[in-house]
Structure formats: structure tokens, C-alpha cells
């Protein structure tokens, strides 16, 4: 069955009385990762908080799981989804905190909360920074708790929000191969947010370029590579 | 030494209840005036922010007018009684806590709430989250407002009448034993206004302190 996991359809976002967001549709399938990849200030970020639900729309649809995201409550939506930001925003407790409160603010029982995070943390090795506070990590163990945190909640949509931008090139190495691995055993959904081709074509299997808030119509890395929809996007792949 | 002790627990019931009745209202008041999103947020800013620096004696002339036996009020019969003095400090010390508490969620990372929201946490959720965020200034706000009441004169004068064995508190005795020329007991009762001052701040600041050590 190939019917469409998210479906966008004319989605239009303003803000401050200013058209950010052209309408913009688009679909994916579950299990897909659509790598979305231009410029700053192309309006990536903007579609990611749209899609999280966190900012109103002026105008379109959502479709998630084959329902309209309007007639769903918008608490039950963000439960199935999790939003990892660029900056880790971690909370101000220990690592091991990080990971379970969002399980608790789920309402879900003790043990389960314990042995999800017990188990993310030692996916994303870093079991052996349980107990230390957030605010003592580095960029990159910071980050690691960041996708466990996200992980943890076993979202059927991943929002990426530019997760490894700011680490060093090692730690992000060997952090886009670690979350390449979870993403294909896990069969996540994902979207994510990038400025990297690299990053793009190592973990997604759709490629939408994003140019002033337009998204060309997302296709397979290589053929969208290959073949670029606009002149703006063989200019900015450099080809 | 018996009207002594009823007075300084007299002068801390009626500042430590004033002070927990203006975090229950200041709280989720400056938590709305820092999170939300409405047309006159910024007048409403504005006048808690004038209203931190009320002056005591304007507000117990204000209360006092309010709760005159022929007053709106005046049916309530509480002017001269503790419970005046309770109101009178709430208007001093909820501008404080709530300006307080606005300015130390909006000094938090803006897109934390968005963070917590994107991982399921309902709008209860997401500010709690904050309030414990910002648990550092807001204990300081706590700490304000109770400085702000625990120290005021004018207000409980006016609108407590200084009456003994009633609405005698510490501000109000050392005004009087100042005017009656006994400097001794006057300067003995500031001292202890102090000690129980720094006492009570100490336990807060104790709390305090004791997350932000944790970080480290």
C-alpha cells in the first residue's frame, strides 16, 4: 500500500502580515525521509513549525495518517510527532530526565518511561551520561540527547530542525551514520531541515530544494540532482 | 517579651500570607503577560511595571478608602484589623511578584516552548516546565515581594492603625517607640526586623541556590 503518510496540499503561512510561505504542497510516504535543502531564510524552518502544528496557517491542508490535521485535536497530533530544533534546547536536568519527561508528560507507566530511556540512551551512546545535567554537555553529547529524547517517544513524524549544523565535522560524521542506521531499523518518518547536500543525500530518500519560501517539487536525491527544476536550483547545487 | 513575640509573629503572618496570596495571583499573571498574545499586553506590562514602584503610604490611602466604614468596602469591617493590613500589602507586593515573574520567563530561550510543545507537552505542561526553568528568578521575585511588605510602614499604619495586642507589627512599633523617644527598644526591634528578614531570605536563597550548585 502506497497510500500517502502526510499529504500537504496548498499549505500558506503569514506572519506579521507578510506572505511567508507561497502555498506549497507535498506528500510522503511512511518510512520516507524528505531532506529539505536551500538556502537561509528560504522559509525551511517555517514549514517545519507549520507541519509540527506550532504556528496557524492562513490558508491549506494537512493530511496525516489519511485525516485532515483540522479535525484532529491538536495535543493527539503533536503526541505523534517529535520536534528536534538546531540549538538542543535541552531542559535544565540530568540527561536522563531529558529523555523520560517528555514519556511522562505522556502519562505513560514508570517502567515503560525506564526502559524507553534506558534504551535510547544506550542507542545513542551516551548511557554513561545518565545522571549529568544538561547544561554540562558538549555540543555534540548534547546533540545525541536531543535525538534520544526525539527517538524516544517512537514519533510516527520526525521534524529535523538542522540537528547537526553546529557540531564539528567527527562528531557529526559519526552522529549522521549512528541516526542513519536508527532511521532505516526504525522505519521513521522523517523531515528534515539542512543547508548540507551531504548530510541530505546520506540520510534522505526524497530531496525537495527550497528557494524564497517556494518548495520545487520533491523527488529522489539523484534525479532532483540530476535533473534541477529551476534555474535557481542549478545555480545554488552549483551545476 | 510575650507582646514582643506576638508582634514579630504577628508581622510575619500577615507579610508570609500577603506574599503566598500575591504568588498565587502574580504567578499565573505575569506567566500570561510574558506568554500571551493580546492587544493590550503591553499596557497591562506597563502598569505592573509602574505598580512596582507604588509607594506604601499611596496604597494604604487607597485601601483605607477603600475599606472606611463608609467606604465601597465598609460593610466588610476590616479596616483596623489584620486582615486590612493582609489587602494592603497584597496590592504592594503582587505588582512585584508578577512584574517579577514576567521578566523571568521572558528572559527565557524563546523557543523553548515550541520545543516542548513539538514533544507532546500540552499548554499546562509547557509552562510548568518553564516555571521550572526559570525556578531561580522566580524565588527572587518571591524573595522581592516579601522584602516589599516585610519592610513597609506606611500602608500597615494607615490601614492597621497600630493598634496593640491587634495590628502592632514591627514597622509600625519601632515608628512608635521612635516617636516616643525610646531609641534603645526602636533600634533592638529594627535589628530583630532585620535578623528575621535575613531568615527568611536565607531559606529561600538556600533552596535557591541549591539547583544552581546542582549544575555545576
Not at chain 2, 493582609?86 to 516552548?113: D, K, M, N
Request: hydrophobic share 50%; charged share 15%; proline share 5%.
Amino acid at each position: 500500500m502506497s497510500a500517502e503518510f502526510l499529504q500537504v496540499q496548498a499549505l500558506e503561512v503569514w506572519r506579521g502580515g507578510k506572505l511567508v510561505l507561497p502555498p506549497i504542497s507535498f506528500s510522503l510516504e511512511r518510512g520516507q525521509t524528505l531532506a529539505l535543502l536551500g538556502p537561509n531564510g528560504a522559509g525551511k524552518s517555517t514549514l517545519l513549525l507549520a507541519l509540527a502544528n506550532l504556528i496557524p496557517l492562513r490558508s491549506g491542508t494537512i493530511f496525516f495518517n489519511g485525516q485532515a490535521l483540522a479535525r484532529q485535536k491538536p495535543l493527539l497530533y503533536r503526541r505523534q510527532i517529535a520536534l528536534v530544533m538546531q540549538d538542543p534546547l535541552l531542559f535544565d536536568m540530568s540527561v536522563k530526565d531529558n529523555i523520560a519527561q517528555p514519556l511522562r508528560w505522556r502519562g505513560l507507566p514508570q517502567a515503560e518511561i525506564h526502559q524507553r530511556t534506558k534504551q535510547w540512551m544506550e542507542r545513542l551512546g551516551i548511557s554513561a551520561l545518565a545522571a549529568r545535567r544538561a547544561v554540562q554537555l558538549s555540543g555534540g553529547e548534547a546533540q545525541r540527547v536531543n535525538l534520544a529524547r526525539a527517538l524516544a517517544l517512537e514519533p510516527q513524524l520526525l521534524l529535523l530542525d538542522e540537528p547537526f549544523s553546529a557540531l564539528d565535522w567527527p562528531t557529526r560524521s559519526r552522529l549522521l551514520d549512528d541516526f542513519s542506521a536508527l532511521l532505516a531499523e526504525t522505519g521513521t518518518t522523517a523531515i528534515l531541515v539542512t543547508h548540507d547536500l551531504g548530510e541530505a543525500r546520506r540520510l534522505a530518500s526524497r530531496l525537495g530544494l527550497m528557494f524564497s519560501g517556494k518548495l520545487e517539487p520533491p523527488g529522489i536525491p539523484d534525479e532532483v540532482l540530476r535533473c534541477p527544476a529551476s534555474a535557481q536550483a542549478r545555480s545554488f547545487l552549483g551545476l | 517579651m510575650t507582646e514582643l513575640l506576638q508582634i514579630t509573629l504577628l508581622s510575619l503572618q500577615i507579610s508570609g500570607l500577603a506574599t503566598l496570596i500575591s504568588l498565587g495571583l502574580g504567578l499565573p499573571l505575569g506567566t500570561l503577560l510574558a506568554l500571551g498574545n493580546f492587544p493590550a499586553r503591553a499596557v497591562f506590562l506597563s502598569l505592573v511595571n509602574t505598580g512596582m514602584g507604588l509607594p506604601p503610604v499611596v496604597v494604604g490611602l487607597l485601601t483605607a478608602l477603600l475599606l472606611w466604614r463608609s467606604g465601597p468596602l465598609g460593610g466588610l469591617q476590616l479596616i483596623y484589623t489584620p486582615a486590612a493590613i493582609v489587602v494592603a500589602q497584597v496590592l504592594i507586593s503582587f505588582p512585584v511578584v508578577t512584574g517579577l515573574t514576567a521578566s523571568a520567563l521572558q528572559a527565557l530561550e524563546p523557543r523553548l516552548r515550541l520545543q516542548a510543545l513539538g514533544l507532546g507537552a500540552s499548554s499546562w505542561q509547557m509552562v510548568w516546565l518553564l516555571w521550572r526553568e526559570a525556578r531561580l528568578p522566580l524565588l527572587a521575585a518571591l524573595m522581592a515581594g516579601f522584602g516589599s511588605v516585610i519592610s513597609e510602614v506606611g500602608a500597615s499604619m494607615m490601614v492597621g492603625g497600630n493598634i496593640r495586642h491587634q495590628t502592632r507589627v514591627l514597622t509600625t512599633a519601632i515608628v512608635l517607640e521612635t516617636g516616643k523617644g525610646n531609641f534603645g527598644l526602636a533600634l533592638g526591634l529594627g535589628g530583630l526586623l532585620l535578623f528575621i528578614t535575613f531568615l527568611v531570605n536565607w531559606a529561600l536563597t538556600v533552596v535557591q541556590q541549591r539547583g544552581r550548585r546542582d549544575e555545576r
